[in-house]
Each structure stands twice: as structure tokens, then as C-alpha cells.
């Protein structure tokens, strides 16, 4: 395959008509699109009481082709009855991702015990009283509660308090393998650790840095976005290792003159090494200060520590800095030039900032950049994290972590004489070491492929394999159910967002809350993730505590509950009559007022990463256009022109330099694990001394190491070796 030259255009559309046919027809997911639902996909968010393919602004059509791939999922039939008897779980695990996503929807509960082969059908009833059981056999921290971001407000809450009221802290969101370094940077710097701004003030800048992301692959809608930016004469800056054609240029389709002529993106495209944006962005902050290029004033009233970056970027040597990052001083020029001359300045980026041992520092030094110039704290301009799934920061929202923020905490005692537990719980990772230990034995999962989701994947099977009971909630099947396997492993069957009895709510990066009405279920069989809680608190816990399970199967008295302890959630509970979506509340900076305890930004100071040695590869893992975290859609990667998914990405010079051959099979080492029989691709598009595998099948060679503060793993930047 040939990379294109060009995202989104007619191969767009093409690909909508060839998905309208799996989905049963073009009117029928019409329908299914349009339905008063929250799109499915990324947190950039659509749909809710607007309609489906309409964003916050109300322009139509929005959509993209991640939002068209989930919901022709959901549209599958029925697995059939004779899937897991004629499937042995070793051939099972012998599928690909995409291959177990396409098997269909899960429609009856399963079970499988260690030392069997097949799962076997279970009734709804024998698989809550083993879960129950098994719940109280164990203390509350021999457990775990996993939570994905697919899920709506009032599940995320519902099952948080579940577990609280059982009695653990170790509520993990899936958040911590992905934007956590996000939140706690955010919070550091500016007291809130989502977006400053809104969806309106990002059309309406005149500059966009794009961070260590792929937009056009993973959150298609906000090319559009960044075409109005490009059309109104604003410009936007690209930092990423690899040349990503869909942010050279892209065909927005619903838009008639960009379709047929493409959109220019970039306006300057940067590409640093893998892990050299810190130094990067410490560089352009220096050359800022030099030039004269700051806003003293703004630094002087709103912000604190001024002083003392100001010494510490004078201390360092640009030379040192660029060589670090990759990136040379002329360049380094040219994004200064570009900044100083900007009136609004939107700072967005994605994992590529994140998932690294340092990806706290990388976000503080963007917000270090962003105040510098006084480029947050007033309209079109501000903080931008691109959250990945549609509803991850509403379960951030909802309390799901491992330790409840105060307001949360002390609302739930006070206004339900609730008792809660006070230890500090554990994030993701930590359960999944202590399950490898034997300390934890249960797990439950409400959605997500948490398999699929670790870091060193050996490890990973492992831990959860040595669970004594692992439940999850899932539509459809994925790697999980075939690698993860506890001496009980229980797949419940969940209804999608748009089948849900009631209605539910999500909330999008924009601090938005969206209402959707849900609609007829597709099958029989599946249940609503509330059912499931709610049934499940009451055998468990019953009712005769301070919370009435049989009534928490009601959304609306859910949505009652979060109203009166969620911060910035007030008006959720009495959404059901007035059907307003609305604005969360004391996130969004028009005015230098940040929730800080004095209201003033904070500013940080950060010692450089040492430079890194010439002789080894470094590797980032990464999704393909034809996928949705670890949900493969496709196993061609269309934008990059690559036909499949175990392939190691190089650079010419780096195939030279190492003696290698186009498609010659090696052996890909890491100080964690070696995958055997991937092939070499030769890729211009990538920096050279840097490799692009995919996730997460490359996951076995990604090691557990992790951000001290955020305890995010370092996806990205793993040194390797290629063994011919």
C-alpha cells in the first residue's frame, strides 16, 4: 500500500457505504446515527438532544469514520450458540483483535474455569450469585473495580460507590494508562485537569499546536475544526516524530470545497525524537523570555514561581536543549516567530505528551509555554487535552479514583450519612502488580479490553490469569476474554449506549453534558450496565444501608445523587424534565481566575532529560486508522499505507545503518520482552534513530515504567534492538 496523500475525502465516503452495508443498509444506520445519543467514540464528543452528528455548536454534519466503525459494531448480529463450543479458548487466543471484534455482539452471560477449554453459557442468576459469592468470601482489598470510558455518568458512579460501600479504594479509571499525566498536570498548574476552554473558543484562534498526536486518525471531527482555524487564516504548528499525511492535509467530506481541493493542516511541521518534547518546549520558552516575547505583566499578577523559571531557563544552553529534542535552533526559530506573532493561542495534544516516565513535566512545561504569553485565562485561547474515549473524563467526573477528591468525599457523607473508606486505594498498575502477587483476587471490569490496555504484556496475562474471579461487562469480544483468563472468568453481556431502557449522560473534553435517550435493544439477552450494578449492590450489599439498591436502577435517581455531590453537576439533576445539556461549572478560563487556592497559575521548573544514547532505536506505540484504543476495525493502516499490524516501522537511514532489508523478518528486543517474526517497513515519514510499532500487539515489549506522579506507563520512548 501507498500512504495517501490526503486524509478523509472520497475514500471516506466509500468507506461510509461499505459499513452502511454490514450495518444492514445506508438508511437504517442513518437512523442509528442520528438517533439523541452521545457519539460513542472520542471524548471530542456529538450527538445527545441536538441529534446524532451534531457538535457542540450545532453544526451538521459531524461525523467520522471512528464513530461509523462503532456503531456498525453494535449492529453486528448475535454471536452464534455454536460459537464456543466449535472456538476452544487456545484457538481463541489465536485471533486477532479484529478478527474477536467481528465475531459479534455477546448476548448471554459465559463462564470459564481454569483447566477447561471452552467458556460455557451461564443464566443472569448463577452469574450474579458467583459474583456475590465470591465478593463476600474476600476482604474489600483483595479487589479491584476497572472502568472505561464507554460507559455512561451514572454507571461510572453507581459502581464507584458500589465498591466504596463494599469497602476499596481501588477504583482505577482507564484514564491512568492514557491522559492521567493530563490531570495532574493541569491540576498543578491551573487547579482544574481538563480543558480550559471551549470547543467555540478553539475555531476562533489564530494558532493551534498540535502535541504529540494524530487527530486525523484518532479524532477525525476536529479536522474540521482546524479547517475553519486554516480557512479564517489562523495557522497550526504539528510537534510529532512522524509525518502523519492526514495533518499535511485533509478532505473534510461534509465540507463540498474542501473535499475537492484538501485543506492544508500544518502550517509548520515539527519532528523532535520520541521523548523530546519537554526539552523542546523548554527551548521555545527560553527563546520567548529572550526575545522579549513574554507578558511580564500577566506572569507579575497571575501566575506564581515566575522568578524562579525565569532563572532557570536562562541557566540552560539552547544548544544543549535542541540537541535533546532533536529538533534544530533554526526551527526552534521559525515556532517562536510563529507564537509571538499570535494574538490566541490554543495548546493541544494528545498521548504522545503523556505516555512517558516524564509526561507530568511535558504538561506543566506546555502550561509554562501557554502563560508565558499570557495565552490562557481569556477567550480563544487556553489547554486543550484530546481526550481519547467519549465518556472518560464524565467517569474522572464521577469519583472514579482510587482516592475520592475531597468535595466528592465529604458531599457523600454529609448529604447520605454515608461511611466511606479513607485509605488512598490503588491506580491501575498497582493492582495488576498486586494481583501478579496473589494480594488481589478479584476483578471486575466495566468495559475496555484492560488486557489490552497494559504495559508489558507477558506481565499482564499473567496478573489477571492469576485472579480467582474476573468479571467483565462487554459487548463484544477482545483479547481480554482469550488472554486474560482468572480460575473464573465471567463475561457479562451489556447493552450499547444507544439501546440503554433510560436515558443516560457523558461528558465531553469540553467540560460538556450530553443527554442521550438510549433506544430499543438489538438483541435479547444483553442487560444495562445499571441493571447489573444496581442487581449486584443489592445481593451484595442489600438494602437496608443507606443507599436502596432496588431504587438505583432508576438513572433519574442517580442523576439526583451526582446533582447534589459532583461539583459543577448541579443541573444534572433536573435534566430528565428540562432536557438542557449545559456547561460543567469552574473549568472554563475566560478570565486570569484559575481554581487554584490563591487563583494564580503556577509555574514549574524541570531538569532536562539526559541526552540519549545514538545506538539504539527508540519505539513508540501507536493505533492505526482503522482502530479505536484496542478495538481493531481494520488491519491495514490507511494513512500510513501499511497492510498490516506486525511490522516494525524504520526510517531509510536507519535500515542502512543497521544492514536491514525492506520486509526481512527480525526479532524486536526490549529490556521487557522480544516479539519474533516482525517485519521491517521502511517509512520516510518517521525521524530517523526512532521505530513505529503498533498497539497493542507491540505491548509485550512496552516495560512497566512510569510517570512518579500521574503513574502513567511510558508507552513511548522504549529503547530497542532489531535481532535479524
Known amino acids: ?41 472520542c471524548a471530542l464528543g456529538m450527538g445527545g438532544q441536538k441529534g446524532g452528528m451534531v457538535n457542540e455548536l450545532g453544526t451538521f454534519p459531524e461525523v467520522c469514520k471512528k464513530s461509523l466503525q462503532a456503531m456498525t459494531a453494535d449492529m453486528q448480529g448475535a454471536i452464534p450458540a455454536s460459537y464456543f463450543s466449535t472456538y476452544s479458548v487456545s484457538q481463541m487466543q489465536k485471533f486477532t483483535p479484529r478478527e474477536l471484534e467481528h465475531a459479534g455482539r455477546i448476548t448471554q452471560p459465559m463462564l470459564y474455569k481454569a483447566g477447561e477449554n471452552y467458556y460455557q453459557p451461564i443464566s443472569w442468576d448463577e452469574a450474579f450469585d458467583r459474583i456475590a459469592s465470591k465478593l463476600k468470601s474476600l476482604t474489600p482489598a483483595e479487589t479491584f473495580w476497572y472502568f472505561s470510558g464507554r460507559s455512561s455518568n451514572e454507571a461510572g458512579f453507581l459502581l464507584q460507590l458500589f465498591a466504596r460501600l463494599y469497602g476499596t479504594n481501588n477504583v482505577n479509571n482507564c484514564s491512568y494508562y492514557c491522559h492521567q ?20 473558543d478553539v475555531e476562533h484562534a489564530d494558532l493551534v499546536f498540535v502535541i504529540g498526536g494524530n487527530p486525523s486518525s484518532n479524532h477525525p471531527r476536529l479536522m474540521s475544526t482546524l479547517k475553519h482555524v486554516r480557512r479564517r487564516g489562523g495557522k497550526v504548528i504539528v510537534i510529532n516524530p512522524v509525518v502523519e499525511p492526514g495533518m499535511v492535509n485533509f478532505s473534510v467530506p461534509s465540507d463540498p470545497i474542501s473535499l475537492v481541493f484538501g485543506t492544508k493542516i500544518a502550517s509548520l511541521y515539527v519532528q523532535p525524537h ?198 467483565t461487562l462487554s459487548t463484544t469480544l477482545n483479547t481480554g476474554h482469550a488472554h486474560a483468563l482468572a480460575k473464573e472468568t465471567i463475561i457479562l453481556p451489556v447493552l450499547a449506549r444507544d439501546e440503554e431502557p433510560q436515558p443516560t449522560t457523558q461528558e465531553s473534553m469540553f467540560n460538556y453534558v450530553r443527554l442521550s435517550d438510549g433506544g430499543p435493544a438489538r438483541h435479547q439477552g444483553p442487560k444495562s450496565e445499571i441493571e447489573v450494578i444496581s442487581q449486584l449492590g443489592r445481593r451484595v450489599l442489600d438494602d437496608s444501608g443507606p443507599v436502596k439498591w432496588s431504587e438505583m436502577e432508576q438513572t433519574s435517581r442517580i442523576r439526583e445523587m451526582i446533582g447534589k455531590v459532583v461539583p459543577g453537576y448541579e443541573a444534572i439533576g433536573q435534566i430528565d424534565q428540562t432536557k438542557q445539556e449545559f456547561q460543567i461549572a469552574g473549568r472554563t478560563f475566560h478570565e486570569p481566575q ?112 512510569r510517570d512518579p506522579r500521574s503513574k502513567t506507563p511510558a508507552f513511548k520512548g522504549i529503547p530497542i534492538e532489531i535481532v535479524p
Open 1 to 41: 500500500m501507498k500512504p495517501v496523500r490526503s486524509g478523509g475525502g472520497w475514500r471516506a465516503i466509500m468507506y461510509t457505504f461499505r459499513k452502511s452495508q454490514e450495518a444492514g443498509g445506508l438508511w437504517k444506520l442513518w437512523k442509528a446515527m442520528r438517533s439523541k445519543n452521545s457519539c460513542k467514540t
Open 181 to 200: 499525566a493530563s490531570g495532574v498536570g493541569l491540576s498543578n498548574t491551573f487547579g482544574t485537569g481538563t480543558a480550559t476552554l471551549l470547543l467555540e
Open 594 to 705: 484559575f481554581a487554584t487556592a490563591d487563583g494564580k497559575a503556577k509555574l514549574h521548573v524541570h531538569d532536562m532529560p539526559a541526552l540519549r544514547p545514538d545506538d539504539r532505536l527508540h519505539l513508540m506505540t501507536v493505533r492505526s486508522e482503522g482502530q479505536f484504543n484496542t478495538v481493531v476495525y481494520e488491519d491495514y493502516d490507511l494513512y500510513r499505507g501499511v497492510d498490516r499490524r506486525d511490522v516494525v516501522l524504520l526510517h531509510p537511514d536507519d535500515l542502512q545503518r543497521l544492514g536491514l532489508q525492506k520486509n526481512q523478518k527480525v526479532s524486536v528486543r526490549s529490556d521487557t520482552g522480544t516479539l519474533s517474526d516482525v517485519l521491517v517497513y521502511e517509512f520516510p515519514g518517521i525521524k530517523a534513530g526512532n521505530a513505529l510499532m503498533y498497539y497493542p500487539e507491540a505491548n509485550e515489549l512496552v516495560p512497566r515504567t
Open 274 to 471: 520520541i521523548g523530546g518534547d519537554l526539552a523542546l518546549l523548554t527551548a521555545i520558552s527560553k527563546r520567548i523570555v529572550e526575545r522579549g516575547n513574554h507578558d511580564e505583566q500577566f506572569l507579575n499578577t497571575h501566575t506564581t514561581s515566575w522568578s524562579e523559571l525565569k532563572s532557570h531557563l536562562e541557566s540552560l544552553n539552547l544548544d544543549d536543549l535542541c540537541a535533546s529534542a532533536g529538533v534544530d535552533s533554526d526551527t526552534v526559530e521559525q515556532i517562536v516567530d510563529m507564537y509571538a506573532a499570535s494574538k490566541n493561542t490554543v495548546f493541544s495534544w494528545t498521548m504522545g505528551i503523556t505516555h512517558h516516565a516524564h509526561g507530568v513535566e511535558n504538561v506543566e512545561a506546555i502550561g509554562n509555554l501557554a502563560c508565558l504569553r499570557g495565552m490562557v485565562g481569556r477567550p480563544n485561547a487556553g489547554m486543550l487535552p484530546i481526550r481519547g474515549h467519549s465518556n472518560v473524563q464524565g467517569i474522572g467526573s464521577m469519583g472514579v479514583t482510587p482516592k475520592l477528591k475531597d468535595a466528592i468525599f465529604n458531599s457523600l457523607q454529609s448529604n447520605y450519612g454515608i461511611q466511606l473508606p479513607t485509605d488512598n486505594g490503588m491506580d491501575t498498575l498497582a493492582c495488576m502488580e498486586a494481583a501478579h502477587t496473589g494480594a488481589i483476587k478479584f476483578g471486575l471490569c466495566l468495559g475496555g479490553n484492560l488486557y489490552g490496555s497494559n504495559p508489558d504484556a507477558k506481565f499482564a496475562g499473567e496478573s489477571l490469569s492469576n485472579l480467582d474471579m474476573l468479571v
